[in-house]
C-alpha cells in the first residue's frame, strides 16, 4: 500500500499524550495521507475536537448515536480507512477492545473495519505493568492487532517507568511503513 494518499482513521483517546495525536496528524499528512480522527468522550477531555479537525483538515467524528447523520460513521469510516491506529489508547480502550465492546464510536469502528488496526497505548507505569493490562495487550496480539510501544522513559506523573506513547515521529515512521 503506497504511503501517499493512505486512508488513515486516528482514533484519541483519554489519555494525557492526547495532544500529541495533533503532532501524528501533521505527519501524517506531511507525508502524504488523508486522515480522519475520532475522539472519545474522554479524549475530548484531553484534545479538542477544532484542533484535530483544522490539522486534518476533516470533520472529528464523536458520536455513535448522532441524528444528524444519516449514514452510521462507525461503518463508513471502518470501510474508508485503510489503516486504523489509536494513538494514545488507554488502559480501558485496550481492555474494550480485548473484549471485543462496541459501546462507543471508536470501539464499534474496530469491530466493523476489515483494514489493519494499530494500537498505541499509553498510561502510567503502574497500570501497564498491572497484569490484567498485560493480559488485555496480549489478546489484543492474538487477535490479530499491532500493538506499538510504549516506551520506558518519562511519564506525566513525573516517574520514569515503562507507559510512555511511542514519539510522534515515530509512529508516523510504523504507520508509513505498515503492510
Ligand atoms: C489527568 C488524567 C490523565 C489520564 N491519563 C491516562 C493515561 O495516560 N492513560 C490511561 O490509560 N488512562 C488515563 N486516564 C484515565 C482515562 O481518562 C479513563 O480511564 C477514561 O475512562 C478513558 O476513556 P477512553 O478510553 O474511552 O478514552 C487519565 C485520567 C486523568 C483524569
Given at each position: 500500500m503506497a504511503a501517499r494518499g493512505r486512508r488513515v482513521v486516528?482514533?484519541?483517546?483519554g489519555s494525557i499524550a492526547a495532544y500529541k495525536a495533533c503532532e501524528v496528524v501533521r505527519g501524517l499528512l506531511?507525508?502524504?495521507c488523508e486522515v480522519r480522527?475520532?475522539?472519545?468522550?474522554?479524549?475530548?477531555?484531553f484534545?479538542?475536537?477544532?484542533?484535530?479537525?483544522?490539522?486534518s483538515r476533516n470533520p472529528v467524528a464523536q458520536n455513535l448515536h448522532d441524528p444528524a447523520l444519516w449514514e452510521m460513521a462507525h461503518l463508513s469510516l471502518?470501510?474508508?480507512a485503510q489503516l486504523v491506529m489509536i494513538a494514545p489508547a488507554t488502559a480501558d480502550f485496550i481492555a474494550r477492545l480485548a473484549h471485543g465492546r462496541a459501546e462507543g464510536l471508536l470501539d464499534a469502528l474496530v469491530l466493523s473495519t476489515r483494514a489493519p488496526v494499530a494500537v498505541c497505548p499509553a498510561m502510567d507505569a503502574e497500570m501497564w505493568e498491572h497484569p490484567a493490562t498485560k493480559a488485555n495487550a496480549a489478546r489484543l496480539k492474538d487477535l490479530g492487532y499491532r500493538v506499538w510501544g510504549p516506551d520506558k522513559g518519562e511519564?506525566?506523573?513525573g516517574k520514569v517507568g515503562w507507559g510512555r506513547l511511542l514519539e510522534p515521529g515515530e509512529i508516523v515512521k510504523r504507520c508509513l511503513?505498515?503492510?
Amino acid at each position: 500500500m503506497a504511503a501517499r494518499g493512505r486512508r488513515v482513521v486516528l482514533g484519541v483517546t483519554g489519555s494525557i499524550a492526547a495532544y500529541k495525536a495533533c503532532e501524528v496528524v501533521r505527519g501524517l499528512l506531511k507525508a502524504g495521507c488523508e486522515v480522519r480522527c475520532v475522539l472519545t468522550p474522554a479524549g475530548a477531555q484531553f484534545v479538542t475536537p477544532m484542533s484535530l479537525a483544522a490539522l486534518s483538515r476533516n470533520p472529528v467524528a464523536q458520536n455513535l448515536h448522532d441524528p444528524a447523520l444519516w449514514e452510521m460513521a462507525h461503518l463508513s469510516l471502518a470501510s474508508w480507512a485503510q489503516l486504523v491506529m489509536i494513538a494514545p489508547a488507554t488502559a480501558d480502550f485496550i481492555a474494550r477492545l480485548a473484549h471485543g465492546r462496541a459501546e462507543g464510536l471508536l470501539d464499534a469502528l474496530v469491530l466493523s473495519t476489515r483494514a489493519p488496526v494499530a494500537v498505541c497505548p499509553a498510561m502510567d507505569a503502574e497500570m501497564w505493568e498491572h497484569p490484567a493490562t498485560k493480559a488485555n495487550a496480549a489478546r489484543l496480539k492474538d487477535l490479530g492487532y499491532r500493538v506499538w510501544g510504549p516506551d520506558k522513559g518519562e511519564l506525566a506523573s513525573g516517574k520514569v517507568g515503562w507507559g510512555r506513547l511511542l514519539e510522534p515521529g515515530e509512529i508516523v515512521k510504523r504507520c508509513l511503513a505498515a503492510k
